[in-house]
């Protein structure tokens, strides 16, 4: 032991004398390091794992590419270096992770980590160790929030979502005269799903509607019987729902064996029914008629895709399967963003690095790939020009119902939506 | 409140109640005999759910039918996981049980590397089995009753039925409850111990290939979705008594009807802090469980 701690304290001090002596060409090695570690926190088991293998697969397929493409240019084509950990889609597991990243395998900048109840505590420790943190998935308000100097966001934060949301219905109402006027929220109780049903419930209010059911319900139930059984007798016109996979899953099948009707359907605000192995899972019949907070538009990509995308999207099926899905994407933009400031940082520093990330503004190339059309952080680190679109299930197809200038001509909102007995 | 909700969360009670009764009753059959409590019980449920579902993604075959396939093959997974993993530990222990703390860390394991398999063999995806006969609701007035939860529910009541009416009136049964109530009286009158344990576990672990196939039906399918299963069978066992037959549907029944019936008033997320209060509760007051022998 005593021997040990000699050696590192001896150790620590030629570190210490060698980091002064070299103090001025620490900038000319940083510039001509041949690698820089990129690290991510991805729930890659657990119940968000379907989530967390589309994101690294997004994340993967754009590094590929950068490196092909000679790496970041401004450091002498120095190659990205990705090292994944997984949270097991558990906070306490991110937060090692992290540390462990950070400490040990010396990362230049963070990612991750989908769930909010991870995302939350861990980018805190990147803060703690001025550590730059690019946000996926996660959107649970307080995590832009907190005059943090090195966490940012490209997209939505959860005010965006419900904000969304409830901008389509009353863009429906507008349209039709007619619409829900009691909600009910049922929503799984943990950072994100909680953050989410907050938000509605003050938006709610204002817009004057009345809540008949507000209910959270802890992860990886096995049986939704009670719960419907209460949604069914507060009779609200219209239900919002925040889960992830599984319970989603659960949720929408037991929605339909139960033909429990919503006269103005079911909103959902994504996790579960953005999740392309959700619709793999379940008959089209349960999620007919479904309003999803969709963080990418997916009708818009189906239609017209770009050209330079094509090749990213057939290599994403090809390793999972199904389509591209907003994870996805959302992982292989983080990594053009995370390119985008090295090239102007033109240093792995991490300090020089959180400094250009801070000064992003990107209009146009790959980085856009999530369906933003400006990347802009404010000083609290968001973007502030991510949105989303609201689709409706119909023909078994998910269609951009909201905002009204992205809806197809074609598009016909179903409102309000047939009861089950009423489908054919 | 309305009465008709009341009742018809008491139905679902009875029903989900019966399923976790259902689900646990190999759980305190295995510890009943071999004092093991199996931490993989839950896992051994998942392997069930996922072979009734790739007998329909890859041979068609309804996850009412496969319970042919299904059977079997969990009784051989159990049994081999007795033989080959637990009973070297058996034969170590000169008591005349095995010292429940070491084979419960044994199991636990197993429990860690049949979910771990199971995510890097099956991925993470969720998946879902459904059934091709055509179950019209039974409806309660105005709600409908789900026909798949009616025959798991249905199937755990007989299963209880048969498995108590087997151990008393066939010889391997009776060998089975005599191993059970003294280990070396057992041998000294000529049975195979270390067969009777294998085979148990595999009475045990049969069972859940039934209800793996039965569940498949309306359960979400994913790697962890044993463990929610599996703390709840232990909940329920601890409830209706270690060992006891009956007491496994009894436990079940109780749980699944306080917390239907407590949802209704009170967050699922409290419902779920109730239920375990109750739990505690009986154990305080009586600890052998509702139906176990003091």
Redesign the interface.
Known sequence: MTTSFSRRVALRGALALSAAAFATTAQVQAQSQTEISVGWVLPLSGGSAAIGQQARTGVQIAVDQINAAGGIKALNGAKLKLVFADSQSKPDIGVSETERLIQRENVAVMSGAFNSAVTFPATEVAERYKTPWIVMGAVKDEITERNFKYVFRINNKATYDAREQLDAIDLLKKETGQGPKTLAMFYEGSDWGRSHAANVRKLAKERGYTLVLDEAAPPNQVDFSAQLLKIRAAKPDALIAAFYTPDHLLLSRQMLEQQLNLPYGVHSVGGGTEDPSFYKAISPKAVAYYFVQEDRQVDALQGERLPEFADVEAKFKAQLGYDMSAYGAQGFAVMYVIKDALERARSAERQVLRDAVAATDITAGPALYAGYQRIKFDEQGQNTFAHGAISQNLNGQRRTVWPAESRSPDTKPAWPVPAFGARS | ??PL?LS??LV??L??GGIYGGVALGLSLIFGVMRVVNFAHGSLLMLALYAAFWLQALAGIDPYASVVVTVPLLFAVGFLIQSVVIAPLIRRESALVVEPLSALLLTAGVYLVID?LA?MAF??????A?TSLALA?LMLGP??V?M?RLIAFSAAILAAVLLSLWLRSTRLGRAIRATAQNRDAAVLSGIDVPMIYAVTFGIGAALLGLFGSLLAT???I????G???GI?SFIVVVLGGIGSIPGSIVGGLVIGVF??LA??FV???S??ILSLGLFILILLVRPSGLMGRA
């Open positions: 409140m309305d909700i018809f969360a679902n009670g029903l989900i771990n995510l991925g993470p995806d969720v998946r879902s459904s609701p709600i409908p789900n798949q309306f359960i979400p994913t790697p962890q979705v463990l929610s299963f709840r917390e239907a949802s209704q967050p699922a997320t419902a779920a």
